[in-house]
């Protein structure tokens, strides 16, 4: 499904996409107010969903064993992938290497919300991965057993990352990623649940190596090298520390 130019008002839902060799569903940098729901996506080639534009809802899809990412919001800066919902989607056993089982690349106030990604290999749960990502809000997902972090914000600044369960991250077996990990500045970190259940360590529960973030209230299990790690000028609060049996 390719929607080109400005294509809006488009709904595309209940439709069942196999060993695709292109993006099953991709909607360009000038197309706005459409719909994606109840699809599934299976053995797809390079991303499930690739929205370019503004103001659309990628909901309640079913993304199984994709070869890269399974939703991408990206553009090509200065354009933006902008003011987007993702909401209630199921990601599992992508191979995403270098990617993430949710990717952003200039994509700015965008809202993921209430998706459950597990079991993928070689890449991150959430990934929000340039400059101009900003103002995203990363609420109430679940990410379980990510061979790398379960969200990590590598560039991209005011970011709200909030009410997430990151459980059992770093199944790389080296225990070297972190259950979140942020690397730019002025983002807020908080109410975020990051435990493992014993047989999984990640590196840190936390891992803040930018500039003013907050790090708010959050449940942890400390990791390989330890709790919450702080690598520039971020306000670290007061967190819960969990143990494991």
Same mark, same amino acid.
């Given at each position: 499904v390719y929607l080109a130019g400005a294509s809006h008002n488009i709904r595309v839902e209940n439709c069942y996409f196999y060993n695709i060799r292109s993006i099953p569903i991709w909607a360009g940098s000038d197309s706005y107010d459409n719909f994606f729901s109840h699809n599934r996506m299976e053995l797809s080639y390079t991303a499930g969903i690739e929205v370019k534009g503004k103001y659309s809802t990628i909901a309640n899809n079913v993304f199984t064993d994709n070869r890269e990412m399974a939703i991408a919001l990206e553009n090509t800066?200065?354009? $933006?992938?902008?003011?987007? %919902?993702?909401?209630? =989607?199921?990601?599992? +056993?992508?191979?995403?290497?270098?990617?993430?089982?949710?990717? $952003?690349?200039?994509?700015?106030?965008?809202?993921?919300?209430?998706?459950?990604?597990? #079991? =993928?290999?070689?890449?991150?749960?959430?990934?929000?991965?340039?400059?101009?990502?900003?103002?995203? +809000?990363?609420?109430? =997902?679940?990410?379980?057993?990510? #061979?790398?972090?379960?969200?990590?914000?590598?560039?991209? =600044?005011?970011?709200?990352? %909030?009410?997430?369960?990151?459980i059992d991250c770093s199944t790389d077996g080296n225990g070297l990623y972190s259950g979140i990990r942020v690397d730019s500045d002025y983002n807020t970190v908080s109410n975020n649940l990051v435990t493992t259940t014993g047989a999984v360590l990640h590196s840190y529960a936390i891992e803040c190596n930018g500039d003013y973030n907050q790090v708010i209230s959050n449940n942890l299990t400390a990791g390989n090298s330890g709790t919450i790690y702080n690598g520039g000028s971020n306000r670290i609060y007061p967190q819960s520390l969990l143990l494991v049996d």
């Open positions: 800066a200065p354009a $933006l992938s902008r003011n987007n %919902t993702v909401i209630g =989607n199921i990601i599992s +056993a992508t191979n995403n290497a270098g990617y993430g089982g949710i990717y $952003l690349f200039s994509a700015s106030y965008n809202t993921i919300i209430g998706n459950t990604i597990s #079991d =993928n290999v070689a890449g991150h749960g959430i990934y929000i991965a340039s400059a101009t990502c900003n103002y995203n +809000a990363i609420i109430g =997902n679940i990410i379980k057993s990510e #061979d790398e972090i379960g969200i990590y914000l590598k560039l991209g =600044n005011y970011n709200i990352v %909030t009410g997430n369960q990151i």
